[in-house]
């Protein structure tokens, strides 16, 4: 059975719904699992997009919010940039600004971050030349992050390949936090719960279990930039 979304992406597509995220994906310059992610639920499409399909489809930005299932949530922010021309430079004077974004400020309360596109074995410490470029953002979507992480580098859910994951280091645990953790050399992220002995952490549709000993905390998401266009 489809849903509201599926159906108007069937009327649009003169009553054929096989290959119509694909061709509304290329109207919109996103990716085709993006529109995917929309039409099961598992993420909303923001307000900018609400307006842009509400013209695609001669629809008002409300009937086109109605179309969508409840987003499955996180416990941290995600932002949406529908943006190109990211600088490939470690050089800190060459950075890439969000000034497009759809929640910016101006340049003067934004800071700039470390990106990563491999993640050293070593954070939160790093050394200049283990930086694949610096993103200036605004102060208020960066919520405290001290350095961004690609999402494919992880294993957390709900996160497209081309997600940027904003990080503030922390070496402690905390209850209610999706963390980035680091155990035997790898990278993971786990959602943190208190449990009735202590901390447990889990991954999205597991069990919670006890925190492994070997593992030590990284970081805290605090953040998620999404559709990022390279």
Same mark, same amino acid.
């Given at each position: ?47 900018? +997009?609400?307006? #842009? ?5 001669? %629809?008002?930005?409300? &009937?086109?919010?109605?179309?969508? !299932? $409840? /987003? ?30 759809? +929640?910016?400020? #101006? ?5 700039? %971050?470390?990106?990563? &596109?491999?993640?050293?074995?070593? !954070? $939160? /410490? ?44 922390? &070496? ?59």
């Amino acid at each position: 059975m489809i849903n509201k979304f599926e159906k108007q992406l069937e009327k649009w597509n003169h009553g054929v719904l096989r290959g119509a995220q694909a061709k509304l994906a290329k109207c919109l310059h996103v990716s085709t699992a993006t529109v995917a992610l929309w039409a099961t639920g598992k993420r909303h499409p923001s307000k900018g +997009y609400i307006h #842009q399909l509400g013209k695609i489809f001669g %629809l008002d930005d409300y &009937t086109v919010s109605r179309l969508f !299932l $409840p /987003a499955l949530s996180t416990s941290f922010p995600s932002w949406t940039a529908a943006t190109t021309g990211l600088h490939d430079s470690n050089d800190h004077s060459v950075t890439y600004s969000a000034d497009n974004f759809l +929640y910016t400020s #101006q340049i003067k309360n934004s800071i700039s %971050l470390p990106f990563f &596109t491999h993640l050293p074995s070593n !954070l $939160p /410490a790093y050394q200049q030349t283990q930086v694949a470029e610096w993103w200036t953002l605004p102060r208020r979507i960066t919520q405290g992050a001290q350095f961004l992480i690609p999402a494919k580098q992880t294993d957390l859910p709900l996160c497209l390949a081309d997600d940027i994951l904003l990080i503030t280091p922390t &070496t402690e645990w905390t209850a209610g936090k999706w963390m980035l953790a680091q155990k035997s050399g790898k990278y993971l992220i786990r959602r943190i719960v208190q449990g009735k002995k202590g901390l447990k952490w889990q991954k999205k549709g597991s069990a919670a279990t006890l925190i492994s000993s070997h593992a030590k905390p990284i970081g805290i998401v605090v953040g998620k930039l999404t559709n990022i266009i390279f």
